[in-house]
């Protein structure tokens, strides 16, 4: 059996979010036998690229020693694969991570009847509001709410789980002993009383574009849904969504405040395409009281939906959705973009990819169908053309060409 040395040192030798790992694991019977391969530069291992093997041999098993003793310092958990702490879930989504780092309460979580909620950054007052109320009544019964701890949509996933007592799980695109955002510090202390932080990247990672949309997929992984609150079409949130649909999960959407209003566009998409509209808390748990009646408080399911009432969370206020929000809408994509560039290292699958798409996002299908690559390959070299900013991904399953507009 692998010792917690090599599971960290293969953590940092794959990238982040690589169906490599999976491959690796299930190769080796021992984790320690794929890192003596070193020594002949992973000669005969044909499922990673000369990059990967680069860099692979470069990482040092002193880093990985450094991570754990940096953990023992900040009394962060250390979850490898086979830990039986490790969750489930994790275990069968695309590019499960060897090792993830925990603060808090991290028991029960394959159990636990958890929804993922996601939204903008830019959030409305209306968009803060209703994911407060949401999230509230979803914990006030027994739900985990996961989250990212960003400012917007998520502290208000957050704070509103917090206001009912009940569990919050915030899953971060840095360390965790990182303080980002800063104004988000007192919201982790609150998180760490009856839930937790967890991330797959060391103690000292500092914030990265790359590393939100990696980020995601364990959002996904960790919950049964996602809820997507307010998204505009270009939201980083809307990667949450995609990985949730490609594990099989189903997809929550509220409803837009106003008709045709661009900072939920992301979420039209998706109703369209058969996500469950929500109007009340219990559209939601609906789904979910039967299958988790000895983890959800059944009796407060049926008053809510009798009462049909909702806590007042924080004052609503709309003034920012006038009916002139699209006005010079169209203005702001006039000005010319250039693609952009691809960066050295990227093997020729990358570059099919590249050259086949445009700003405007097509569907995956449409991809593979233009680079005959399979839809396995094909996920992963978008994936790995993501990390790197050089593609966004869209709702619908759909991806284009980046332009430095995304959120995170």
């Given at each position: 059996m692998a010792d917690l040395r090599h599971w960290i040192w293969l953590s940092e030798a794959i990238p982040k979010g690589d169906e490599a790992t999976n491959?690796?694991?299930?190769?080796?019977?021992?984790?320690?036998?794929?890192?003596?391969?070193?020594?002949?530069?992973?000669?005969?291992?044909?499922?990673?690229?000369?990059?990967q093997k680069?860099?692979?041999?470069?990482?040092?098993?002193?880093?990985?020693?450094?991570?754990?003793?940096?953990?023992?310092?900040l009394e962060i958990t250390i979850l490898t694969q086979d830990d039986e702490r490790f969750p489930n879930r994790l275990k069968t989504i695309f590019g499960t991570p060897p090792v993830i780092y925990a603060w808090g309460n991290i028991d029960d979580i394959d159990e636990c009847p958890s929804i993922a909620v996601v939204g903008t950054r830019n959030a409305s007052d209306y968009g803060k509001t209703v994911t407060g109320n949401l999230c509230y009544e979803l914990a006030n019964v027994g739900m985990t709410i996961i989250s990212?701890?960003?400012?917007?949509?998520?502290?208000?996933?957050?704070?509103?789980?917090?206001?009912?007592?009940?569990?919050?799980?915030?899953?971060?695109?840095?360390?965790?002993?990182?303080?980002?955002?800063?104004?988000?510090?007192?919201?982790?202390?609150?998180?760490?009383?009856?839930?937790?932080?967890?991330?797959?990247?060391?103690?000292?990672?500092?914030?990265?574009?790359?590393?939100?949309?990696?980020r995601n997929r364990l959002m996904a992984g960790l919950a049964v849904s996602v809820l997507i609150t307010e998204a505009p079409e270009r939201s980083g949130a809307l990667i949450t969504a995609e990985h949730a649909l490609q594990q099989g999960k189903e997809i929550f959407c509220v409803?837009?405040?106003?008709?045709?209003?661009?900072?939920?566009?992301?979420?039209?998409?998706?109703l369209r395409d058969g996500a469950i509209a929500v109007y009340h808390p219990s559209d939601i748990l609906l789904q979910y009281y039967l299958s988790y009646a000895h983890k959800l408080d059944v009796e407060k399911i049926l008053n809510s939906i009798k009462d049909q009432k909702q806590v007042s969370y924080t004052e609503l206020k709309v003034s920012d959705e006038k009916s002139t929000y699209n006005k010079n809408a169209d203005s702001?994509?006039?000005?010319?973009?250039?693609?952009?560039?691809?960066?050295?290292?990227?093997?020729?699958?990358?570059?099919?990819?590249?050259?086949?798409?445009?700003?405007e996002p097509i569907h995956i299908e449409e991809i593979s169908l233009k680079t005959g690559l399979s839809m396995d390959k094909l996920l992963s070299v978008l994936t790995e053309l993501e990390i790197v900013g050089v593609v966004s991904s869209y709702s619908g399953r759909r991806f284009g060409l980046a332009d430095n507009e995304n959120e995170n």
């Open positions: 491959k690796i694991i299930s190769e080796y019977e021992d984790i320690e036998q794929f890192y003596n391969l070193r020594e002949n530069d992973f000669d005969g291992v044909d499922f990673l690229t000369d990059t680069k860099t692979a041999k470069a990482t040092s098993m002193e880093r990985a020693e450094q991570i754990i003793s940096d953990c023992e310092r990212g701890c960003a400012v917007g949509i998520d502290e208000y996933a957050h704070r509103g789980a917090l206001k009912a007592n009940g569990r919050t799980l915030a899953v971060l695109g840095c360390g965790l002993d990182v303080n980002y955002p800063l104004k988000n510090a007192a919201l982790k202390k609150e998180i760490l009383k009856n839930g937790a932080l967890i991330s797959e990247l060391p103690p000292g990672t500092g914030v990265t574009g790359r590393y939100f949309p990696i409803n837009p405040l106003v008709y045709g209003n661009p900072k939920y566009a992301g979420v039209v998409k998706y702001e994509r006039k000005h010319e973009r250039q693609k952009p560039n691809l960066p050295d290292g990227l093997d020729e699958n990358a570059l099919r990819v590249y050259e086949v798409l445009d700003f």
